[in-house]
T-cell receptor
Framework: EAQVTQNPRYLITVTGKKLTVTCSQNMNHEYMSWYRQDPGLGLRQIYY???????DKGDVPEGYKVSRKEKRNFPLILESPSPNQTSLYFCASSFLAGELFFGEGSRLTVL | SQQGEEDPQALSIQEGENATMNCSYK?????LQWYRQNSGRGLVHLILIRSNEREKHSGRLRVTLDTSKKSSSLLITASRAADTASYFCATDARSGGGADGLTFGKGTHLIIQP
């Protein structure tokens, strides 16, 4: 089954404790992207990747890192999480210029 | 930057009526896409319209694109309670070398009253 898988789905952590949200797709998509969704602000793009070893900043990259060592994986790293990074995070993938396929979301709370 | 801007922010109509949502954007695009989201779930793709197309249909959905006005509309005909969701437009400038990836607006929250 074609899918985008994010883990963990729910996480509560404390300020400063590094964490990684994994994202994997099985559709051989070139493009992958991370978004955060906050009430009243819609989806804001954090980072995206057009292909392996190619990543670019989106609208809100501060406090986040990503890597794209393999085509199928695009982890989102929070080196030192802060409470303002409490949010619902979505990973998505697509062929270039195609429709996005979204994961089910990862709800992160930073205390 | 966040390109698309949906209007209205919220819309409540009776079942059976038509729902129209609008999207305006700022820069050149290759295509524009509409997505639907149910209550905190992942977004689901509805329809994609390319920059050289003016109208597209899919079932009860009709999308128009006016590149001269940098705007698009999504029409849902004969609405059903199950259409209650948030709807987002996304502007795509990726394959043309656009630096912004695929970016979304803030969405229109549609409520269909039974």
């Amino acid at each position: 089954e074609a899918q985008v898988t994010q883990n963990p789905r729910y996480l509560i952590t404390v300020t400063g404790k590094k964490l990684t949200v994994t994202c994997s797709q099985n559709m051989n998509h070139e493009y992958m992207s991370w978004y955060r969704q906050d009430p009243g602000l819609g989806l804001r793009q954090i980072y995206y990747s057009m292909n392996v070893e190619v990543t670019d900043k989106g609208d809100v990259p501060e406090g986040y890192k990503v890597s794209r060592k393999e085509k199928r994986n695009f982890p989102l790293i929070l080196e030192s999480p802060s409470p303002n990074q409490t949010s619902l995070y979505f990973c998505a993938s697509s062929f270039l210029a195609g429709e996005l396929f979204f994961g089910e979301g990862s709800r992160l709370t930073v205390l | 930057s966040q390109q698309g801007e949906e209007d209205p922010q919220a819309l409540s109509i009776q079942e059976g009526e038509n729902a129209t949502m609008n999207c305006s954007y700022k820069t050149s695009i290759n295509n524009l896409q509409w997505y639907r989201q149910n209550s905190g779930r992942g977004l689901v793709h509805l329809i994609l319209i390319r920059s050289n197309e003016r109208e597209k249909h899919s079932g009860r959905l009709r999308v128009t694109l006016d590149t001269s006005k940098k705007s698009s509309s999504l029409l849902i005909t004969a609405s059903r309670a199950a259409d209650t969701a948030s709807y987002f437009c996304a502007t795509d400038a990726r394959s043309g070398g656009g630096a912004d990836g695929l970016t979304f607006g803030k969405g229109t929250h549609l409520i269909i009253q039974p």
